[in-house]
């Protein structure tokens, strides 16, 4: 007596495969609460930690002796591991999505404050003494001046504190508030291979285009180096 044919099922959900345009289709609410979550912390973290380089950057800039203190605190924030880094700030923000923006935050400081810094370091010192020369103050100099050249390097520390952003923000799941990440965990924990191969790639194309987009944002700040390439 022959065993019965047990037919595998033609829903790639019960099959649990990696690819499932099911999984698209079933969960798309889920995917965009994810995303929009994901976004969300990114770009508030980011923002948050420019608006604080910036000042940093420029007060280590003017007063040579703050250099060193700044550069090295934003160092050896970014040494902390993400773990240890939420764990301590837990007890100030609570299991809250400011955990996690704060964190992000700190660790964007150290890329964002020494990109800025090399650019405002970069700017010739003849450029300055001809603008001081026309009458600027040093803030109309730091504004109309320096800041604008330092945009080349100040962008490329901002294009790569925003994909790492994107990278960590996944982290945040161990208190709820990780965007995709939330559903990596999920899918890993339960073994849910759409999932996880999902949320991941959604990843993955939220930090190409980010990137991309301030790309974007760097060429149309800095149409002088779109005219020496030309």
């Known amino acids: 007596m022959t065993a019965p044919q047990v037919t595998a099922p033609d829903d790639c959900l019960a099959r649990n495969e990696w690819i499932c345009g099911k999984y698209l289709t079933t969960r798309s609410e889920i995917l965009m609460d994810a995303v929009l979550q994901h976004l969300e912390i990114t770009a508030v973290s980011v923002l948050i930690g420019l608006v604080l380089a910036v000042p940093l950057a420029v007060a280590a800039r003017r ?80 504004l109309t001046v320096e800041l604008p050249l330092a945009v080349p390097a100040a962008m490329a520390g901002l294009r790569i504190a925003t994909v790492s952003a994107v990278s960590l923000v ?49 060429r149309l700040l800095t149409p002088w180096q779109r005219g020496a390439r030309g």
């Open 63 to 142: 007063w040579n002796w703050a250099a060193g203190p700044v550069l090295g605190l934003t160092t050896v924030l970014y040494t902390i591991p993400s773990l240890a880094m939420f764990s301590l700030l837990l007890p100030v923000y609570g299991l809250s999505a400011a955990l996690v923006v704060a964190g992000l935050v700190l660790y964007s400081l150290t890329l964002l404050v020494r990109n800025i810094l090399a650019g405002l370091r970069a700017v010739p010192e003849e450029t300055r003494q001809a603008a001081r020369g026309m009458g600027y103050g040093p803030i109309r100099l730091l």
């Open 170 to 218: 996944t982290v945040g799941a161990i208190v709820g508030y990780g965007g995709l990440g939330n559903l990596i965990y999920a899918g890993m924990n339960t073994y849910f291979k759409a999932q996880v191969l999902t949320a991941s790639v959604l990843c993955v194309v939220i930090a190409i285009a980010a990137d991309l987009l301030l790309l974007g944002v760097q």
